[in-house]
């Protein structure tokens, strides 16, 4: 560009210097930094970022903390971006209390952690400290600080369910729930299918229980989910109080729905439940689909008599 009369700019060497990281040449990168004063372009916020996450990559984070000191000393502000990747960094060098001390920083410099920000570090803590030592670590820092965003309550729970650790969730919920932290129903899907495969049925029930007493709404495929297991544990007073429950709320209310619930029974082998659906179901008005799923099953002698009080 100089051979040309032309001058780069600031906007050019971040372009030529993010390059250079994606590619992973981040000592390529250094010199195109070291090249901007000579050529008048003064390193902005995104120039010390993409160094930033270039050296954390790399897993030299104590270079990346050098980078944001020297970016505070020449007047720029690091942003939420600069932190999320020191927690980053701290999580991938296994150093995870520091990366807990970046985000009390960040309180100190009236920054803002975002969702993402507390996803890198639950996430991060998973993958380096093990679960047992991540889950100690985790639910004593969101314990002992009231600040910490409900992302983070989220991001622990899906990982604890990832990990197969339906107590520990069960004993988070709690512990929240005193704190007046309520599940949406986005994260108690996540912990259900967990839930249904490590809990005993008293406990499953208990936790479903409380969250619909809290005013959490359970779509179809949960209650689908959850009576499928209770059905298998041969709690049948249980699936049954909700398969009425779902009838109240209104999710039988189509063929598809009917039919997966049909399935579900005749699979665990509840022909007298399944014979109440679909009387149900004719009750509705789906009488035609009704014959055409009698016709379908295949019932033995007994279950064939069993069908007269239909009228079809």
Known sequence: MPRLGLRPSTAVYNAVIAASVRAGAVDAAYLRFQQMPADGCRPDCFTYNTLVHGVCRRGIV???????KQMEGVGIRPN?????????GFCN??????????????KE???????????????????????????????EWIESDPTVHSSAYHTLLYCLSKND????????????????????????SIVIP??????????????VDDFIK????????????????????????KAKLYLSQMVSDGLLSSVASYNMVIDCL?????????????????????????VEVLNKMKMDENVDQELGFLVL
């Open 266 to 290: 005749a699979k665990a082998g509840e022909v007298e439940r399944v014979l109440e659906t679909i009387k149900v179901m004719q009750e509705s008005g789906h009488v035609n689909k009704a």
């Open 214 to 237: 809290k005013g959490g709404n359970l779509g179809f495929d949960m209650y689908i989910t959850i009576i499928k297991s209770l059905l298998r544990c041969k709690d049948i007073s």
């Open 165 to 188: 650790m339906a107590r520990e969730a069960v004993q988070f919920v709690k512990k929240m729930g005193k704190r007046g932290y309520l599940l949406d129903s986005t994260t108690f």
């Open 80 to 88: 939420v971006f600069t932190y999320t990747m020191l927690v980053d």
């Open 194 to 207: 967990c839930a249904v495969k490590f809990l005993e049925s008293n406990d499953l029930c208990e936790l």
């Open 93 to 106: 060098a296994g150093r995870v209390e520091e990366a807990v001390g970046v985000l009390e920083r960040m």
């Open 109 to 139: 410099k009236g920054v803002l952690a975002t969702e993402p920000t507390y996803r890198t570090l639950v996430h991060g803590a998973f993958r380096c400290l093990g679960k047992e030592r991540a889950y100690r670590m985790l639910s």
């Open 62 to 68: 104590d270079e990346a903390l050098r980078l944001v």
